[in-house]
């Protein structure tokens, strides 16, 4: 087969936009350099995805090993408690799942191939090109995969690698975090936060930690400052064991946990490419821009690029290859929608970053205990809470109203609550 297109890199969305454009009836090759180790981050994700899952048709299989997730409770270090569940909102999707990821890459991959997608593990090498085609295979791998024509559009799905934009030296926009993430899975780690499957994340005296409850065991992680890491011992078993020792939020529940997995370890930072496509060549997922893992937007984002690249570009057909026009027009308009999510997904993180969130919840907790009883007051709350709420989902993230809402609450309306900077979480060394 020659293929149409050829999408570097088997992670979510390499293999997303893989099963889509095959359900298109485009000839589509992926490969997979096959590195993936055994542990991954993105284990919990946003209930936008469960869309995508049930339109590629796999929401059955990717139940049947993992934990439904129905909300996110927050603990701040000052003892405030925020709980969150999805769906408060009519039509929105009420939950969405705690996967265990290398099984969910896995699944992703499964409905590709049989949709029609043709995976080769191979670590894909490319170079610079020229004004037509910007970027290309070498030829070395293009003999790895037994192509003798180059494929008319190549896909950088690499993550974190940006295998493209590096190679044509595209800069890149970074967030002002420097973070690194120690995570691993613990069985006995008690987890009193129901419902079951409700994530926790905790704003420690440095930095914060997930809990993810999945099948079995619990994932946990702590993202602190890599000059506090140091802190925390040598290694990163002595850094993930010296939190869960020393941290007041997580020690009590600590106290029994047998960790069951190696350490893995995470730079952590935000980051989006100055330009996401070129002639011959689009990114996608990670590679073209990956937000911070607070609110766990990662994977939507990997499967919303490939369902925009389908959208804008694929569903017109596979003579779309042959327009560098409409290709070019359809990937433009694809990355004004992603660089408006990635807005969206950072203004709303760095309300939890820089405390905002907390003190627009301890207004709303005072202001109601003052006027109990006033009728309105529980709709106030309400209102708040839901568009809070479904924005941390991914149904209202983009919205206007939402966000304007949240901004004029944070910049006008706080009241008779400790300031913002009492909540923040803390970046700099203790
Ligand atoms: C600390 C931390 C915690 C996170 N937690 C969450 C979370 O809870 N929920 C969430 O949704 N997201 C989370 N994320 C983000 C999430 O992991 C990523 O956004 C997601 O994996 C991006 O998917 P992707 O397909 O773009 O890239 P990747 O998952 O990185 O996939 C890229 C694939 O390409 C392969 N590859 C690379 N180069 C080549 C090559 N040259 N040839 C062939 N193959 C190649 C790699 O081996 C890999 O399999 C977290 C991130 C961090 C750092």
């Known amino acids: ?48 995805t469960v869309p995508v899952m049930r339109r590629l ?43 265990p990821r290398p099984q969910f890459d896995d699944t992703l991959r499964e409905r590709a191939e049989e949709l029609g997608a043709r995976f080769i593990t191979h670590r894909a090498a490319v170079a610079k090109g020229d004004d037509s085609r910007e970027i290309r295979l070498t030829a070395e791998t293009l003999a790895a995969a037994g192509l003798t024509e180059h494929p008319k559009l190549l896909i950088d799905a690499t993550g974190r690698a940006r295998s493209f934009a590096r190679t044509l030296e595209i800069g890149a926009k970074s967030g002002d975090r420097s973070d690194v993430a120690y995570f691993a899975h613990y069985e006995d780690f008690e987890h009193p936060f129901p419902p079951e499957g409700q994530v926790v994340i905790s704003i420690l005296d440095h930095g914060w930690s997930w809990r993810i409850p999945l099948p079995g065991r619990l994932s946990v992680g702590v993202v602190v400052h890599k000059e506090a890491a140091k802190t925390y011992g040598d290694t990163a078993e002595e850094r993930l064991e010296h939190a869960l020792k020393t941290e007041p939020l997580l020690k009590e529940h600590a106290k029994r946990a047998k960790r069951i997995t190696p350490v893995m370890t995470y730079t952590n930072y935000q980051l989006v490419s100055d330009r996401g496509h070129g002639p011959g060549w689009a990114a996608c997922g990670d590679s073209f821009g990956f937000v911070d893992p607070m609110l766990s937007p990662g994977l939507f984002m990997a499967l919303e690029s490939a369902r925009l690249f389908d959208e804008h570009v694929f569903a ?25 999510w990635h807005e969206s997904w950072r203004e709303l993180i760095r309300h939890f970053y820089d405390g905002g969130i907390f003190s627009i919840y301890e207004t709303g907790t005072n202001f109601s205990a003052q006027f109990k009883g006033w009728p309105g007051i529980r709709f106030v709350e309400d209102h708040m809470t839901k568009h809070i709420a479904s924005m941390a989902s991914g149904a209202f993230t983009r919205r206007k109203y939402s966000r304007g809402l949240v901004n004029f609450m944070r910049q006008h309306m706080l009241r008779n609550c400790r300031p913002p900077e009492d909540y923040a979480v803390l970046p700099a060394c203790p």
């Open 1 to 48: 087969m020659t293929p149409d297109l050829a999408i570097l890199g088997a992670g979510p969305a390499g293999s997303t936009l893989a099963a889509l454009l095959a359900q298109r009836g485009f000839k589509v090759l992926v490969f997979d350099d096959a590195k993936r180790p055994d542990l991954l981050v993105g284990e919990s994700l946003v209930p936008a």
């Open 57 to 99: 048709g796999i929401e059955e299989r990717v139940a049947a090993y993992s934990q439904r997730k129905p909300g996110v409770t927050f603990l701040h270090r000052q003892g405030t408690r925020l709980d969150f569940t999805f769906g408060v909102v009519a039509g929105t999707v009420p939950y969405a799942y705690n996967i």
């Open 316 to 340: 017109k057909g596979p003579g779309v290859l042959d327009s560098p026009e409409i290709l070019a027009a359809g990937f433009a308009a694809a990355e004004v929608e992603l660089h408006d």
